[in-house]
């Protein structure tokens, strides 16, 4: 790996570019309200580097985020050849020597490798972010919220590695500064075929039938995929078929499901088609039944019609959750009291499977989606105390969730806070990640 910096001992504010190269342009400049004085504003500069789709590097300084331009997707060598220009431009308008460098956990990702390069080289920390903690934090830093106060994060996307090593993408977490716990996520579905399942939405369709005892329905529900009749042996193998939270993930079985898209030539197509239907079609009422809370032994938590079925054990005090201590182990999520929530959504699916009229299904995927986060987030409020809710992710592009989102939960009394001039996806998690690692830095200068 090439990269110009400095002599050991130089300024890290100006590292110079190789001597070909021309100076990388710079993307837009983001106004954020003073830090002031105190450990916070002692660990800035940070430059965070952003993960793989939407590249764009971010440096966070006292009262503004700079970002680099956006790269795209780093699936291609032009791409990743600019990352580390783009970095070096951002280090060259820094007002002072950086603190540390951010990236997101994936350690094959190319933003990672160069974060991790140009820490070292500049004898400062490289701090990894957990992706959906640094969406949660992207929005925080946006509204200018640079305290530790705790809040509830939804994380809605595609995908981003967890601390588990496993793929997340629809994850209910709480927040406070440097640290997260993984209080929920969705029902995995399996990934028929890893990655490429993320691009056929009709395996992921064939995932959700294979899951409820229904797999003998895929040969004949996709004649048209020559893969369809091995499918299930494909499933039958973790290896072949690892597990995934994702939301997005969610959004193409629906469509598979509905006959809406088989196989997508363009980004997010399954989830537009979904919206796009579901927009032009009066919602159904929302079925209880169709999703399901439990925790981590199974039992029920909530239901769709917003009544509980509590335990015997009933819920943890408000403010009780445990603080992991990302000093001794920065990613080990402590477990939350009364143990992970998981919002199952498999009823949803499976009704949708035996909905004759794609349009009525597009649009009570939509609806009861919106209604079983939110029972999801109360259920987290009861545990937690806390009452702010951050809403992030690649998935509030859609603008029926986000809407209904927006309305429902300050209608129960949260403070709700969402991307308002950033995308709420991979675009803007630099300033995230960025946030992430000035609390922890902060944080070891308390010590």
Known sequence: MNIAL???????????????????????????????????????????????????ACLLEDGRAQFGPNLGDLDNADACRAVEPAALALLARAAAPV?????????????????????ARLGVPASGVQHHHAHVAAVLAE????????VLGLALDGVGLGSDG???????????????VRLGHLRPLRLPGGDRAAREPWRMAAALLHASGRGDEIARRFPGQP?????????????????????????????????LC?????????????ERLASGTAAPEVTPGDW????????????????????DRGAPAAGSVPQPDDRAHPYAGAQP???????????LLLRLADEPEPARGAARFQATLAAALVAWVEEARQRTGCATVVLSGGCLHNRLLADALHAALPARGFEVLGARRLSPGDAGLALGQAWVAMHRLAATKED
């Open 99 to 119: 603190r540390a460098i951010a990236h997101d956990l994936h350690p094959d990702f190319h933003s990672t490798r160069i974060a991790c390069a140009l820490a």
């Open 143 to 150: 509204h200018g919220r640079f305290d530790d106060r705790p």
């Open 292 to 311: 399901r809370i439990c925790d981590a032994g199974g039992a029920l938590r909530g239901q769709a019609d917003g009544a509980r079925s509590r335990t």
């Open 262 to 274: 088989e196989v997508m030539h363009n980004e997010a197509e399954a989830a537009i088609a979904l």
């Open 6 to 56: 400095p002599a050991a001992g130089s300024d890290a504010r100006g590292p110079a570019l190789p001597a070909a190269a021309a100076p990388a342009p710079l993307g837009d400049a983001l106004p954020l309200p003073s830090i002031g004085t105190g450990r916070l504003a002692e660990a800035l500069p940070i430059l965070a580097l952003g993960a793989w789709f939407k590249h764009a």
């Open 227 to 259: 893969a369809a009749a091995l499918l299930a042996q494909v499933l039958a193998r973790p290896a072949l078929s690892p597990p995934s939270s994702s939301l997005g993930r969610h959004f193409d079985a629906a469509a598979g499901l509905l006959g």
């Open 337 to 347: 009291p009364g143990g992970t929530l998981e919002l199952d959504l498999h009823p």
């Open 166 to 180: 496993e793929a997340w993408g629809g994850e209910l977490l709480w927040v406070a500064g440097g640290e997260f």
